[in-house]
T-cell receptor, first 113, second 112 residues
Framework: NAGVTQTPKFQVLKTGQSMTLQCAQD?????MSWYRQDPGMGLRLIHY???????DQGEVPNGYNVSRSTTEDFPLRLLSAAPSQTSVYFC????????????FGPGTRLTVL | DAKTTQPPSMDCAEGRAANLPCNHS???????VYWYRQIHSQGPQYIIH???NNETNEMASLIITEDRKSSTLILPHATLRDTAVYYC?????????????FGTGTRLTIIP
């Protein structure tokens, strides 16, 4: 199993540009989520999904959209990038919403100029 | 979920046991204690969890006090690869992972 994969690893955007961060898992996990991590801070939940077709907002959802059309994929869309969205983004998955263990991807480092 | 308190940083000599404390004095009876770690620039990695009994796996041991108000993660023979930020988290068993809160953790540095 590849586990949780994220692409790209690094990305530089200009203010106002849009892009999609990709996340995929091959473990048939129901639950997937996106976090952002800023320097000196813990992880903050952006959006999550408990299954295909179902998504919900986390702690910091503004400026981000998600969709879950398949079990495997959970892309995160930045509609109009802002410098405040400069961060490291992590995708995670678990067997179910209440599963003990979450598996995290390697992260995407995004810089918005 | 109960809040946790961890020291911001600790050092440990390579080969020695690393003991990472966590205070969770407001923990409820149905809340587990979880530990994750994050090695530089990587995603967090699950280490261990427990409710009230001490737990051990291939990575670490978890010692929970009898009153469950604090716990200690023990890495028995620390190596340089154990240098990471360690997060102590409490979560009720019937709460989803969307409730998991990663604070700032303890930055553990293993010294050669």
């Amino acid at each position: 199993n590849a586990g949780v994969t994220q692409t790209p690893k690094f990305q530089v955007l200009k203010t106002g540009q849009s892009m999609t961060l990709q996340c995929a898992q091959d473990m048939n996990h129901e639950y997937m989520s996106w976090y952002r991590q800023d320097p000196g801070m813990g992880l903050r939940l952006i959006h999550y999904s408990v299954g295909a077709g179902i998504t919900d907002q986390g702690e910091v959802p503004n400026g981000y959209n998600v969709s879950r059309s398949t079990t495997e994929d959970f892309p995160l869309r930045l509609l109009s990038a802002a410098p405040s969205q400069t961060s490291v983004y992590f995708c995670a998955s678990s067997y179910s919403k209440v599963a003990i263990t979450q598996y995290f991807g390697p992260g995407t480092r995004l810089t918005v100029l | 979920d109960a809040k946790t308190t961890q020291p911001p940083s600790m050092d440990c000599a390579e080969g020695r046991a690393a003991n990472l404390p966590c205070n969770h004095s407001t923990i409820s009876g149905n809340e587990y204690v979880y530990w994750y770690r994050q090695i530089h620039s990587q995603g967090p990695q699950y280490i261990i969890h427990g409710l009230k009994n001490n737990e051990t796996n291939e990575m670490a041991s978890l010692i929970i006090t009898e009153d469950r108000k604090s716990s200690t993660l023990i890495l028995p023979h620390a190596t340089l690869r154990d240098t990471a930020v360690y997060y102590c988290i409490v979560r009720a068993t019937n709460f989803g992972n969307e409730k998991l809160t990663f604070g700032t953790g303890t930055r553990l540095t293993i010294i050669p």
